[in-house]
């Protein structure tokens, strides 16, 4: 961060930094599909299928990128007009993905093929091999020492793809199967079609906006904005919205399509998704509401008992409980860890002596690296940099705790004393449309291409009050300098002094309201003067 205050064009050449392709692509600069190692045989395959009237089975994940990647391949199909079933794996009663607990379900099957899923899949490959069943994996995960021995694996982290990018999402992959069919079949389909979902899967999954995977998400959102899919008119319906952008994705659809697989079955996200008419489409976003209000309760109480048995001398803090619901674990491991600053993983006890649940890092701790490292504690393990999800027996935790303590000292990571993401200090008479109309260029923002986020010193408090149903949103006005200044700040129990003099860490949007428009301030955190 700099210490001088920010110019219009210092801030231009901080974000115009982010993107090393020496600007932004276009969908013209997509790679080919061929690009990916087993593209073309697997495309061979299925087609195969297809001529000789061979069952396929699609198995998908229920995070958004698996409900999205199945529900792109479930439209493919149905729009050559050809049947195939599909599944997606129950959190609780089948665990992640392709399992031995699944296997029953699908014999019969010919060719199956995983979406977002299948890398780690070493015995239920087996399974598959010895029932007969062809496997095609496509999956985006890093890859486990141990392979799937199956017919073909899509994955561009193998070491022999030559597709040019390493982070790409499980739906980007099946978008990019389906492109080669199309080829394949000598189809004409429109493939921007199945952006306006990779989009959501893309922003879901916090893939960098950096790349391709900007230029699919630019194209997906434009694409959704003119959509005629039940389901998008349907949420444009119920977010009282004309369009839409990556923060409403990311802060509002994605939760809705994820509240499903978390609280009771991920098949509801793609049957919703799939509805054919806008009644259906209602009545099915109306299920997805009540599944995310009953995860945000849960979630909140989970966080709250979280919170209370943190050790704060772990530089990794691990967290377990009885009977935790296993859908929320996720989303309470990332927000312990932004409350402290620290990587965690929340585990929950299901009575058995069987620990499950998720890790969230924070920072610049490789996560995933650092858990590798434990594998001899865990029955199972898979996941990336800042997202893991385990198992263990709940004999082998203290084991594990320590040993994952001793990695993470042995990487020396250097934790920063400021906020990489903010760019630098913004006082508020540099506050403009003309800042917010520079911000829309390197739209839209995420993972790899944050939201400019800023400081100002030296503001004064002259309103703290609390909003929101349970009083969890705070509501502020600063002055600095003569300038007044409205704020928010969600998902916070601090309570603060009026008339203290701050230092705040803020990003700015505008706030529309009964046809005024206003900037203001979305608050990030309040370092109090001391």
Known sequence: MTQTDLSLESLESVLQARFDEGGFLGLKDLPHPSTFKDMDKSTQRIVYAITHKQKITIIGDYDVDGVTSTTLMKLFFEEIDYPIAWLIPNRFKDGYGLSANIIPR?????????????????????????????????????????????????DQKQEACTFPYSDV???????????????????????????????????????????????????????????????????????????????????????????????????HSVEFLTATNIYDARVRLERLIDFNTLRKATEQALTNQALLQVNAHDEVIVIEGEGWHEGVVGIVAARVARHHEKPCIVLSNNSQGILKGSGRSFGVCDLFAITDGCRAYLDKFGGHQSAIGLSMPYEHLEAFKSQLQQNFAQKSYIKATIDPEIVGILPF???????????????????????PKFMAKGVEILQADTMGKESEHLRFRFVQEGIVMQGVKFKSQERFTLGSLVDISYTVNENHFRG?????????????NN
């Open 106 to 154: 699908i014999l019969g099957t010919d060719l199956a093929i995983t979406v977002d899923n299948g890398i780690s899949a070493v015995y239920a490959a087996k399974l598959c091999k010895e029932q007969g069943i062809e496997l095609i994996i496509t999956d985006h995960h890093l890859l486990a020492p141990d392979v799937p021995e199956c017919y073909a694996i899509i």
């Open 516 to 528: 005024k428009v206003t900037l203001q301030l979305m608050i990030d955190k309040v370092y109090v």
């Open 429 to 451: 008479h540099a506050i403009s449309f003309e800042l917010i109309t520079l911000m829309a260029k390197y739209a839209p923002y995420g993972q790899g291409n944050t939201t």
């Open 169 to 267: 999402c499980g739906a980007q992959i099946a978008w990019y199967l389906i492109a080669s069919l199309k080829n394949a079949l000598k189809l004409s389909i429109n493939m921007l079609s199945y952006m306006e979902l990779v989009a959501i899967a893309i922003i879901a999954d916090m893939m960098p906006l950096q790349h391709i995977n900007r230029a699919m998400v630019e194209a997906g959102i434009k694409a959704l904005n003119k959509s005629k899919r039940p389901a998008i008119q349907a949420f444009l319906e119920f977010s009282k919205k004309e369009t839409l952008n990556a923060e409403d994705i990311g802060f509002f659809l994605a939760p809705l399509l994820n509240s499903a697989g978390r609280m009771d079955d991920a098949s």
